[in-house]
Protein backbone atom coordinates (compact mmCIF):
# COMPACT_ATOMS: atom_id res chain seq x y z
CA UNK A 1 0.00 0.00 0.00
CA UNK A 2 1.45 3.55 -0.87
CA UNK A 3 2.56 5.68 2.12
CA UNK A 4 0.39 8.22 1.35
CA UNK A 5 -2.73 6.59 0.90
CA UNK A 6 -2.01 4.80 4.68
CA UNK A 7 -1.66 7.96 5.81
CA UNK A 8 -5.01 9.27 4.27
CA UNK A 9 -6.43 6.61 5.14
CA UNK A 10 -4.96 6.53 8.87
CA UNK A 11 -6.37 10.11 8.90
CA UNK A 12 -9.60 9.85 7.64
CA UNK A 13 -10.31 6.98 10.46
CA UNK A 14 -8.75 8.57 13.32
CA UNK A 15 -10.83 11.25 12.43
CA UNK A 16 -13.70 9.26 12.54
CA UNK A 17 -13.05 7.99 15.79
CA UNK A 18 -12.09 11.30 17.53
CA UNK A 19 -15.43 12.54 16.37
CA UNK A 20 -17.92 9.64 17.12
CA UNK A 21 -16.46 8.56 20.12
CA UNK A 22 -16.87 11.62 22.52
CA UNK A 23 -20.28 12.48 20.65
CA UNK A 24 -21.32 8.82 21.40
CA UNK A 25 -20.64 9.28 24.79
CA UNK A 26 -21.87 12.92 25.26
CA UNK A 27 -25.45 11.41 23.36
CA UNK A 28 -25.50 8.42 25.51
CA UNK A 29 -24.87 10.64 29.40
CA UNK A 30 -27.26 13.37 27.42
CA UNK A 31 -30.38 10.73 27.12
CA UNK A 32 -29.78 8.84 30.16
CA UNK A 33 -29.96 12.39 32.67
CA UNK A 34 -33.15 12.92 30.28
CA UNK A 35 -33.98 9.33 31.77
CA UNK A 36 -33.13 10.46 35.20
CA UNK A 37 -32.08 8.74 38.66
CA UNK A 38 -32.83 5.01 38.12
CA UNK A 39 -33.33 2.14 40.32
CA UNK A 40 -33.37 -1.43 39.08
CA UNK A 41 -34.86 -3.35 42.32
CA UNK A 42 -37.82 -4.46 40.57
CA UNK A 43 -38.46 -6.17 37.55
CA UNK A 44 -41.10 -3.66 37.15
CA UNK A 45 -38.79 -0.84 37.25
CA UNK A 46 -36.27 -2.77 35.23
CA UNK A 47 -38.47 -2.88 32.39
CA UNK A 48 -39.70 0.92 32.67
CA UNK A 49 -36.24 1.70 32.49
CA UNK A 50 -35.53 -0.71 29.74
CA UNK A 51 -38.64 0.91 27.92
CA UNK A 52 -37.21 4.77 28.27
CA UNK A 53 -33.62 3.88 27.14
CA UNK A 54 -34.73 1.75 24.05
CA UNK A 55 -37.34 4.78 23.14
CA UNK A 56 -34.47 7.70 23.72
CA UNK A 57 -33.39 9.17 20.23
CA UNK A 58 -30.28 10.46 21.83
CA UNK A 59 -29.17 7.22 23.49
CA UNK A 60 -30.16 5.84 19.67
CA UNK A 61 -27.89 8.43 18.45
CA UNK A 62 -25.35 7.91 20.97
CA UNK A 63 -25.35 3.64 20.16
CA UNK A 64 -25.03 4.86 16.34
CA UNK A 65 -21.80 6.89 17.20
CA UNK A 66 -20.10 4.51 19.31
CA UNK A 67 -20.46 1.86 16.40
CA UNK A 68 -18.52 4.00 13.73
CA UNK A 69 -16.11 4.69 15.99
CA UNK A 70 -15.76 0.57 17.17
CA UNK A 71 -15.98 0.37 13.05
CA UNK A 72 -13.55 3.13 12.22
CA UNK A 73 -11.04 1.95 15.56
CA UNK A 74 -11.04 -1.65 14.65
CA UNK A 75 -10.13 -1.02 10.90
CA UNK A 76 -7.26 1.48 11.67
CA UNK A 77 -5.82 -1.31 13.35
CA UNK A 78 -5.55 -3.31 10.74
CA UNK A 79 -3.20 -1.68 9.40
CA UNK A 80 -1.53 0.56 11.70
CA UNK A 81 0.42 0.44 14.57
CA UNK A 82 -1.58 0.19 17.76
CA UNK A 83 1.12 2.29 19.00
CA UNK A 84 0.61 5.01 17.01
CA UNK A 85 -3.10 5.21 17.03
CA UNK A 86 -3.67 5.00 20.40
CA UNK A 87 -1.75 8.51 20.57
CA UNK A 88 -3.44 10.07 17.77
CA UNK A 89 -6.94 9.16 18.36
CA UNK A 90 -6.04 11.24 22.17
CA UNK A 91 -6.95 14.59 20.30
CA UNK A 92 -10.43 13.15 21.04
CA UNK A 93 -10.03 14.73 24.68
CA UNK A 94 -10.09 18.37 22.49
CA UNK A 95 -13.22 16.78 21.10
CA UNK A 96 -14.52 15.99 24.44
CA UNK A 97 -13.97 19.30 25.56
CA UNK A 98 -15.59 21.09 23.01
CA UNK A 99 -18.61 18.93 23.42
CA UNK A 100 -19.16 19.62 26.72
CA UNK A 101 -18.65 23.08 26.44
CA UNK A 102 -21.48 23.49 24.01
CA UNK A 103 -23.23 20.72 23.90
CA UNK A 104 -23.48 19.36 27.84
CA UNK A 105 -23.05 23.57 28.94
CA UNK A 106 -20.43 22.91 31.21
CA UNK A 107 -17.82 25.41 32.42
CA UNK A 108 -14.25 24.48 31.00
CA UNK A 109 -11.72 25.74 32.92
CA UNK A 110 -8.59 27.89 31.00
CA UNK A 111 -6.64 25.21 32.99
CA UNK A 112 -8.49 22.45 31.53
CA UNK A 113 -8.14 24.64 27.85
CA UNK A 114 -4.40 24.14 28.33
CA UNK A 115 -4.21 20.47 29.09
CA UNK A 116 -5.89 19.31 26.32
CA UNK A 117 -3.92 22.11 23.94
CA UNK A 118 -0.96 19.85 25.59
CA UNK A 119 -2.24 17.03 24.79
CA UNK A 120 -3.10 17.85 21.15
CA UNK A 121 0.51 18.90 20.80
CA UNK A 122 1.72 15.50 21.57
CA UNK A 123 -0.68 14.11 18.85
CA UNK A 124 0.74 16.33 16.59
CA UNK A 125 4.07 15.07 17.78
CA UNK A 126 2.81 11.50 17.08
CA UNK A 127 1.35 12.02 13.82
CA UNK A 128 4.45 13.23 12.25
CA UNK A 129 5.83 9.42 12.87
CA UNK A 130 5.01 7.01 10.13
CA UNK A 131 1.63 4.78 11.30
CA UNK A 132 3.35 1.22 10.28
CA UNK A 133 6.14 0.51 11.74
CA UNK A 134 5.99 -3.41 11.64
CA UNK A 135 5.70 -5.70 8.07
CA UNK A 136 2.50 -6.76 7.09
CA UNK A 137 2.35 -10.28 8.07
Given amino acids: MKSSNLHFKTYLLILLMVIFGPLGNVLLGKGMKRIGPTSLGT ?15 TIWLGIGSLITFFVAYTLVLSWADYSYVQPASAVAYGMVALLAH ?8 PLRWLGVLVICLGVLVVGHTPPRTTESS
Fill in 43 to 57: PAETIDLLARVLTSG
Fill in 102 to 109: FMLREVVT
